[in-house]
């Protein structure tokens, strides 16, 4: 049953934000956007024949390796192809479109350990990548989760579900400034926790929302009034 699972999550993943992997830019391995066009549009039978011919021409070639990879129905053997690229090729053109399915695996399995630590791969090795945004996104659904009592329009009272984060505001050298803004957001009703960390006041807010984009909102919201740059904390 988890194997039919895994496989099912390699073949959602597989078409997932192919177009990342589109980026106009030359290197010095085989050029595979036309295939990638092919694997979005569902044209995989030429890919298929073609493939063993490349794989024997150009072995060591990452980007015939990615496009093996994302051609790998088996959820096991395809997880250690994606690895492979990032780990042996770091600066390739698909390196962190391959870290990127890894994280989707781990995550999907809800092996979250292992999902954490390749979000760290991606922070320290591609923090520019349109992929680790989405990383940041998708391991919100594993904060914790939360059921609220909400009152409607229609003055009745339901639960909603919300999940809960920590965002860090800031790490205050000035505590005078510090406990203004900790006042100040206390008295509507935020919850802040202060930490003392090497002579600094860091100030944490924590908060049970809907979803990410009120959590997009909020961010926005205190980065402009406050002139802040809060930090969401995993």
Do not use: H
């Not at 085989?30 to 493939?51: A, C, F, H």
């Not at 092996?111 to 320290?124: A, G, L, P, T, V």
């Amino acid at each position: 049953m988890l194997n039919d699972f895994k496989k099912i999550v390699f073949v959602v993943f597989l078409f997932y934000n192919i177009l990342f992997s589109q980026d106009i830019f030359n290197d010095e391995y085989y050029d595979i956007s036309s295939y990638l066009k092919d694997i979005e549009n569902g044209e995989l039978q030429n890919i298929k024949s073609e493939l063993p011919k490349l794989l024997r021409e150009y072995p060591k070639d990452p980007n015939i390796l990615y496009l093996d990879a994302l051609l790998t129905t088996d959820g096991d053997l395809a997880l250690n192809k994606f690895l492979k690229i990032p780990q042996d090729y770091p600066s390739s053109k698909y390196a962190d479109a391959a870290l990127f399915r890894v994280f989707c695996y781990y995550f999907a399995i809800e092996d979250y350990e292992k999902s954490n630590n390749i979000y760290n791969w991606f922070k320290k090795d591609y923090p520019n990548s349109p992929y680790f945004k989405q990383c940041r996104f998708i391991n919100l659904t594993n904060t914790k989760k939360k059921q609220t009592l909400e009152k409607t329009d229609d003055n009745k009272y339901r639960y909603q579900e919300t999940k809960e984060y920590n965002i860090q505001l800031g790490a205050f050298s000035n505590r005078e400034n510090a406990e203004k803004l900790f006042t100040n957001l206390i008295s509507q009703g935020y919850k802040i926790n202060k930490i003392e960390k090497n002579n600094l006041l860091v100030l944490i807010l924590n908060i049970n929302l809907k979803d990410d984009n009120e959590l997009d909102a909020l961010i926005q919201n205190l980065s402009k009034k406050y002139n802040l740059q809060p930090k969401l904390l995993k």
